[in-house]
């Protein structure tokens, strides 16, 4: 039973997008899937089924930040038995070379969160992609001529901060950039046995300082929606 996802048996296919605004979720839903149907509004976190190419594929908003993104990915997978999940979203660049619209993905995930030392009594698990749906991205962008670079992010819990020089060592040790969800979703996925991978838009750069307009944040990101549902099984 999910305490916080309305479906009903059989309404999620194997493979969910997941993104943290849901708005997104319901633009690129209606822009993308034929014959969708809402399946949950529960807290606002709309979710909608329907398929692309004939494939069945479901989209769901999961809030911001590590502890919403953890509930939902742990409902997905426990009560739906989900087995493939993409994040698609947005990060902050930490190389000067990244644009915004360029495309990342994460190939593992460090984190300041507390998430995976709590869980594993204090030491250092690695989250890491499905190698086969990173491979399948990679080829799907070069395909499509998109602007793609693959390699590390970095995961927050701390959006803001008063730190100086926060980013320094993560961007002298090439992290391509900051979002707030990557490591905590491939964790689950090692623990329930799933595939995933984060398939990130950058809509600002740390470096450079350029930044997109909220409203390109939430309706603009296409390719990386298409990324996802070509390699989506």
């Not at 969910?16 to 822009?31: C, F, N, T, W, Y």
């Not at 491939?186 to 995933?196: C, G, I, P, V």
Request: glycine share 8%; aromatic share 10%.
């Amino acid at each position: 039973m999910s305490l916080h996802i309305a479906a009903k048996p059989g309404d999620i296919a194997d493979t969910v997008l997941i993104s943290g605004d849901p708005l997104r979720i319901k633009h690129m839903a209606e822009l993308f899937l034929e014959d969708a149907f809402c399946f949950n509004d529960i807290r606002g976190m709309l979710g909608y089924t329907g398929f692309y190419k004939g494939k069945r594929v479901s989209m769901m908003g999961t809030g911001i930040g590590i502890p919403t993104t953890t509930l939902f990915v742990h409902e997905l997978a426990s009560s739906y038995d989900v087995k493939n999940i993409i994040r698609v979203g947005t990060m902050g660049a930490m190389q000067s070379d990244l644009e915004i619209g360029d495309l990342v993905l994460a190939m593992s995930a460090s984190s300041d969160s507390s998430m995976n030392r709590l869980y594993f009594d204090g030491l250092d698990f690695a989250p890491t992609a499905n190698f086969q749906l990173l491979q399948k991205a990679v080829a799907v962008a070069h395909d499509n001529t998109f602007a793609t670079r693959v390699g590390s992010i970095f995961s927050t819990d701390s959006f803001y901060s008063e730190q100086e020089n926060r980013w320094e060592k993560w961007i002298a040790h090439g992290t391509l950039g900051v979002e707030m969800e990557t490591s905590a979703l491939y964790t689950l996925a090692a623990k329930f046995k799933m595939k995933a991978l984060s398939i990130l838009s950058v809509s600002d750069n740390l470096v450079t300082g350029t930044s997109a307009t909220a409203n390109v944040r939430e309706t603009a990101f296409s390719n990386m929606f298409r990324v996802a549902l070509e390699i989506a099984e």
